[in-house]
């Protein structure tokens, strides 16, 4: 098992561009598998999520080149992809799983899906109902991972309402819907990231959105298309984060995507007070990408809006490293989502919390959190093998003045190759251990 050691640090500074965007690198490779014709993608994550991705499409004969983080997808077409000759294995990717789950629900051949220890504690009824509505045919124990899917059904188009804020959800119908018969249509009460729509636009698909409501009609093809993936907003978080906290900083993050379906972290660090630029803001590939200067700042402690709970999902262990270094309370709710992600991102974080000293409320559907100053109560943090934990605390450390021990952080690498390398570059201590 790998820990972290994190060391307190003087001052960051410097420029960095972290890695490619997550969910549109997973995209990438679904899409381009089913196009017609060649789609290079530049800029791919190389996490083992999106490898996950990869490797499954490969496993179900689409002939994939990478080098690096380029990707030569062979698009074999609507109809091309073949049975895969073993389990398709996700590792810990829910985003692979529930998209996979949808895309492969309409193939002519049978699939099992499954992953490790964590994925299959994660709900899939969520996906599992409403595609089995569409006439999908799905075993699994107790709607989780390992998923059985039959083959050879013929989908009918459903009009859904997500009943979470669930972009995984929303892609999922949305791949089955261009296999089934007639219009499937999806409203979403509240906004969830909206990289699928845009993508299948970007394949040249038709695809209509407008006020809450996504729809595409199926029966149409995918043409090909070169795919430029931009920094994760999600890796940027960390940083934003830590130089936020940190005493002396000032730091840039090279274009990175500032999709407004995924802005959450920046607005809600704003309104605790972060100094956060937006520089050099332009189109890329059809996402906004833009630099994004960060200087330390005095926080305080904040409401979050509801309204930006959805748009920053996957930011709220940074965030709450954040709100423990603000002035005054901050409080979550409405965020019961976090209990099921990679861990329980509530319990798990208010724990971590606790032992560095900093008070907190777990509430049902989210914490409420009492800024002050990190004191170490018990040696060990534990991330719960999830690589969002981990990172999280180890950003802490920009702010602490003894040594952060973090246990289990392998899972970096589904998300973060080179997290510890970047984290250096700009002036933190942070070792990894075996
Ligand atoms: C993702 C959507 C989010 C997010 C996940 C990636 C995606 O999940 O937490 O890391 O790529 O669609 P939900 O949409 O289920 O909240």
Redesign the pocket.
């Known amino acids: 098992m790998a820990n972290f050691i994190a060391s307190p640090s003087e001052f960051l500074k410097g420029s960095i561009k972290v890695p490619g965007d ?3 690198s ?2 990438s490779i679904m899409l381009g598998s089913i196009a017609n014709g060649v789609t290079n993608v530049s800029g791919f994550l190389e996490g083992e999520d999106t490898l996950a991705t990869l490797n499954a499409f490969k496993d179900m004969g689409v002939k994939i080149e990478r080098e690096v983080s380029n990707v030569v997808i062979n698009g074999v077409g609507m109809n091309g992809l073949r049975p895969s000759l073993k389990p398709l294995n996700l590792g810990n990717s ?2 692979s799983i ?2 996979m789950t949808g895309l492969l629900s309409a193939q002519s051949f049978d699939s099992m899906l499954c992953g490790d220890e964590s994925l299959s504690k994660r709900p899939m009824a ?1 996906i599992i109902d409403p595609l089995r509505e569409m006439g999908a045919i799905i075993k699994s124990s107790d709607s989780m991972p390992p998923l059985s899917i039959s083959g050879n059904q013929k989908l009918s188009a459903l009009k859904y309402t997500l009943p ?8 999922c119908l949305l791949l089955a819907g261009l296999y089934a018969d007639g219009e499937t249509c999806i409203t979403e009460n509240e906004t ?2 909206d ?2 729509e845009r993508m299948l636009k970007g394949f040249g698909y038709q695809v209509t959105s407008s006020s809450g409501k996504v729809s595409l009609t199926g029966g149409g093809q995918l043409q090909a298309c070169d795919i430029e993936v931009p920094s994760d907003i ?1 890796s940027a978080a960390f940083f934003i984060v830590a130089a936020s906290i940190a005493k002396n900083a000032d730091i840039t993050l090279e274009a990175v995507n500032i999709n407004p379906t995924r802005t959450g972290v920046i607005e809600i660090l704003k309104l605790m007070g972060a100094n956060i630029e937006l520089n050099n803001q332009r189109e890329e590939a059809g996402e906004l990408v833009s630099d994004i200067r960060v200087c330390s700042s005095s926080l305080k402690g904040i409401t979050i809006p509801k309204e930006l709970v ?1 748009l920053a ?2 930011e709220f262990p940074a965030i709450f490293i954040a709100a423990s270094c603000a002035h005054g309370e901050t409080l979550l709710t409405d965020a019961r ?1 976090l209990r099921v ?1 990679e861990s329980d991102r509530i319990q798990v974080m208010a724990d971590g919390l606790l032992s560095l000293g900093i008070e907190n409320e777990v509430l049902e559907d989210g914490i409420r959190i009492k800024g002050g100053e990190f004191q170490k109560q018990t040696s060990i943090i534990k991330s719960h093998h999830d690589h969002r934990i981990s990172m999280a605390f180890a950003i802490a450390s920009a702010r602490s003045n003894f040594e952060l021990d973090i246990e289990g952080v392998d899972n970096v690498k589904t ?1 973060f190759p080179n997290f510890v390398e970047l984290v250096n570059q700009v002036g933190m201590n942070l070792i990894e251990t075996q």
């Open positions: 997550k969910s549109i997973h995209r829910g985003t529930r998209l969520r979470v804020a669930s972009a995984q959800i929303k892609s969830t990231r990289h699928t999600s959805p999902i996957d989502e992600k998300s």
